[in-house]
């Protein structure tokens, strides 16, 4: 009776041992990885070594799986033995963890050894990766001259897809660059062309960006043939053009002075003046008087604009602005000009450094900067740019 007390206690006592043992020794995949790969999450592993023929199981989770918390896993495939790798298609923006189980057609294995078989970072696909493997791709982008336009063609290989087109002074090879540049249109990829219409005097780049593409926050916007390295550049014209509706008259003959008869030799009467002074109406003068006013009431210099309260950059204009400090102001804005998804802070920066640069007599700089926002701001640019013309004409 002893002894057999000893023996059933000895087989408890042992029992979680022997569990744990086969536990341990369960078949199961190593090296699980997950990486994204366009609009896909590609899983690669090495199969068990312990099993020979079956299948595997792949689930996927919102957290690192565990044996606790297993059951909120979803699965999402099988594939047979020696495949060692499976492609998911998650919602887009969903931070998702995996784990890969073997069948080995007499149960499922589930046993989750971090590192292994289960992954521990999350991996997502941004809305940026799923527009890359969408995107058309641009080619064949030219800009050229017609009397005072730009027109602006190129290729698309989907026309389905719809093509921003930016402006800027400088070459947009980077994506900085686009941030700074002008939005000027955007068309379906069938159009394959529009027409602009900058001011004359500046040279001009252009670049052709995939829409979708650009809104879902994707840096990956440039390539070789989707913007323009060449500059255009449209010349100032003071010429009049001739309006040939209108037949020009003939040159009128001199007036001859002739004081006698040309037959008879006889005196004629000397000639009167028909020159007389002509009195315009009170109306007429008041409206003169008001135009030689204002013209004089025109300032050489426009003053300070302040636009509306922005908290982002409040500061920087009640105290470097406001007090003159042009140089200050015009560098503290400028980290303001990258402001991607906070327009009115962007422009306002534009804006209040164009004013700067203005003041420091760096015309073309403050050119630069106003063009940027001539559309919002119209009414507040339009003293800036008169102001830089006249300066301009001066030199």
């Known amino acids: 009776m002893k002894v ?119 991996v997502s696909i941004e809305e940026s990766d799923i527009e890359e493997t969408r995107s058309t791709v641009i080619s064949n982008l030219t800009a050229q001259i017609f009397d005072s336009d730009v027109a602006i063609s190129y290729d698309s290989s989907l026309e389905e897809r719809s093509i921003i087109l930016f402006r800027s002074t400088s070459v947009i090879d980077s994506y900085d660059k686009i941030i700074k540049s002008v939005l000027i249109g955007e068309d379906s990829g069938s159009q394959t062309s529009i027409i602009d219409n900058p001011i004359a005097g500046l040279n001009y780049y252009y670049a052709a960006i995939d829409a979708a593409l650009y809104r879902s926050g994707s840096r990956n916007l440039l390539y070789s043939g989707n913007y323009t390295t060449d500059p255009v550049h449209i010349k100032f014209s003071h010429e009049i053009t001739e309006d040939n509706r209108f037949v020009k008259s003939a040159m009128p003959l001199p007036l001859l002075k002739i004081s006698s008869d040309l037959k008879s030799g006889e005196k004629l009467e000397e000639r009167r003046n028909t020159d007389y002074d002509r009195t315009l109406e009170p109306e007429t003068l008041n409206q003169i008087r008001r135009m030689i006013e204002r013209e004089k009431t025109i300032p050489d210099q426009p003053e300070k604009t302040v636009l509306a309260y922005n908290k982002n950059i409040n500061p920087i204009v009640t105290s470097y602005f406001a007090g003159g400090l042009y140089e200050r102001c015009a560098d503290a804005l400028e980290p303001f000009l990258s402001s991607l998804n906070d327009r009115e802070t962007r422009e306002q920066s534009h804006f209040y450094r164009g004013q700067c640069f203005y003041y420091l007599g760096r015309y073309n700089e403050a050119l630069l900067e106003l063009i940027m926002v001539e559309k919002t701001y119209y009414r507040e640019t339009e003293p800036f740019f008169n102001a830089i013309y006249r300066e301009i004409k001066r030199d």
């Open 4 to 122: 057999q007390f000893l023996i059933t206690a000895l087989v408890l006592l042992l029992s979680p041992l022997f569990s744990q043992e086969m536990k341990l020794y369960a078949p199961f995949p190593s090296r699980l990885e997950a990486v994204t790969s366009g609009s896909d999450i590609v899983l690669t592993w090495k199969d068990a070594v312990d099993v020979d023929e079956g299948t595997y199981e792949i689930f996927r989770a919102d957290r690192a799986l565990t044996a606790d918390n297993l059951y909120l896993a979803e699965k999402i495939g099988t594939v047979p033995g020696g495949t060692q790798t499976f492609k998911d298609k998650p919602p887009s923006g969903a931070q998702v963890y995996y784990a890969v189980f073997v069948n080995d057609s007499t149960q499922v294995y589930k046993i989750c050894i971090p590192y292994r078989n289960v992954t521990i970072s999350p």
